[in-house]
């Protein structure tokens, strides 16, 4: 069995010799320590903090501000400056304009004349035939192509002495032409046209080569 004894109990129990020098100095040491601890946590606080504090302080130091930031801070027209229209028309262009593409070489497309387009009637004529009623025409045909040509197409067209129209006759003439030359054809029978009919204009419609 185990008792507990405080040591102010043991302290009010009656010691003479040895016994009391020992226990005066065993608690007079005590109270002494206990009087300082107080003392002691608080200058450990203190150093712990002050400690802390510049750790934290060199950590994170403090930047200073460039003199070009200082000046745009006090002069905010000197960073961003007013472009004039002058100025932004002086500028250059971002990009050059490409020039236009040229083909490397230019196709020349020629049209072949068609071989009417170099014929025609030079003079013309016509009177009736037969019991009046066949149209019989004369014309010059002249032939300007570098080529002869046959087969030539005509259309007339007849009208009364008013210039009312009555009539259309066509013909193709299976002769040939040479180039370069003029050929006559006389009283060539283009069909049967109206009594009334006093006026025939004839035209070229096509023409074949050889």
């Known amino acids: 069995m185990s008792v507990n004894i405080s040591p102010l109990a043991i302290e009010k129990l009656p010691l003479t010799g040895y016994g009391a020098q020992f226990s005066r100095s065993i608690f007079g040491d005590f109270r002494a320590r206990l009087v300082f601890l107080p003392a002691i946590a608080i200058a450990g606080c203190v150093a712990w903090m002050m400690l802390s504090g510049s750790s934290g302080a060199e950590g994170q130091p403090a930047t200073a501000a460039s003199p070009a ?80 040509v046959k087969d030539v197409e005509i259309a007339c067209v007849f009208t009364r002495r008013d210039g009312s129209h009555l009539t259309d006759r066509k013909r193709t003439i299976h002769d040939t032409v040479s180039m370069k030359s003029q050929r006559i054809f006389a009283r060539m029978h283009v069909g049967f046209v109206n009594v009334h009919a006093d006026k025939a204009r004839c035209s070229l419609l096509t023409a074949s080569r050889l």
């Open 69 to 148: 930031a200082v000046d745009a801070a006090q002069n905010p027209s000197w960073s961003n400056p007013v472009v004039t229209p002058t100025e932004a028309n002086l500028a250059p262009p971002a990009e050059a304009t490409a020039p236009p593409e040229t083909p490397a070489s230019s196709e020349v497309f020629t049209v072949e004349r068609a071989p009417v387009d170099a014929l025609r009637i030079s003079s013309q004529s016509w009177r009736r035939g037969g019991l009046g009623s066949k149209a019989l025409v004369t014309f010059t045909l002249r032939n300007g192509n570098d080529y002869a």
